[in-house]
T-cell receptor
């Protein structure tokens, strides 16, 4: 049981390049999230999904796109990378709660540098 | 809007108690969480508290919630060097809404 797996773990991009970050979870969770973590800023929500085929914007969605074609995968795309997108990206997943609390499980993060 | 505030740094001596504080603004927050992040790793859930509780204890961890003041604290008893990490406070309105995180408190434990 791998939990939440992010690939790649590290990447260096040139300004203007594109890339896709993959998040895969094997817990059959309905909800998946992409956050970015920057020094002194904590975690900020980029986009999230409440189920296969659905996505929604979070706090800082500009410059990113997402897709949830399969329940277990949540992809984060950067169409034209900018230095401001240098960050550590975390994916998380959570089972749909039936009125009670459910824990969010996090991946190990992807460290992205845009030069 | 939603906002979660924490102090950025805390330093304690090994064996002492650590108290990490958090304030939040959304009175409809239902669940409040403490996550731990060790260097180079993802976040791990330490504990959570439901808004109708005022205290929760789990081994060395004690969570206190003052709903009137929207203040949450995490006390770590007998702090060890292995407790050195960043601690994030987070809140959500329900078990289904995204978590909103504070900026994190970096705890340094001095031997």
């Amino acid at each position: 049981n791998a939990g939440v797996t992010q690939t790649p773990k590290f990447r260096v991009l040139k300004t203007g390049q594109s890339m896709t970050l993959l998040c895969a979870q094997d817990m059959n969770h309905e909800y998946m999230y992409w956050y970015r973590q920057d020094p002194g800023m904590g975690l900020r929500l980029i986009h999230y999904s409440v189920g296969e085929g659905t996505t929604a914007k979070g706090e800082v969605p500009d410059g990113y796109n997402v897709s949830r074609l399969k329940k277990q995968n949540f992809l984060l795309g950067l169409e034209s990378a900018a230095p401001s997108q240098t960050s550590v990206y975390f994916c998380a997943s959570r089972v749909r709660g039936a009125g009670g609390n459910t824990e969010a499980f996090f991946g190990q993060g992807t460290r992205l540098t845009v030069v | 809007g939603e906002d979660v505030e924490q102090s950025l740094f805390l330093s304690v001596r090994e064996g002492d108690s650590s108290v990490i504080n958090c304030t939040y603004t959304d009175s409809s927050s239902t669940y409040l969480y403490w996550y731990k992040q060790e260097p180079g790793a993802g976040l791990q859930l330490l504990t959570y508290i439901f808004s109708n509780m005022d205290m929760k204890q789990d081994q060395r961890l004690t969570v206190l919630l003052n709903k009137k003041d929207k203040h949450l604290s995490l006390r770590i008893a007998d702090t060890q060097t292995g407790d050195s990490a960043i601690y994030f406070c987070a809140e959500s309105k329900s078990g289904n809404t995204p978590l909103v995180f504070g900026k994190g408190t970096r705890l340094s434990v001095i031997a």
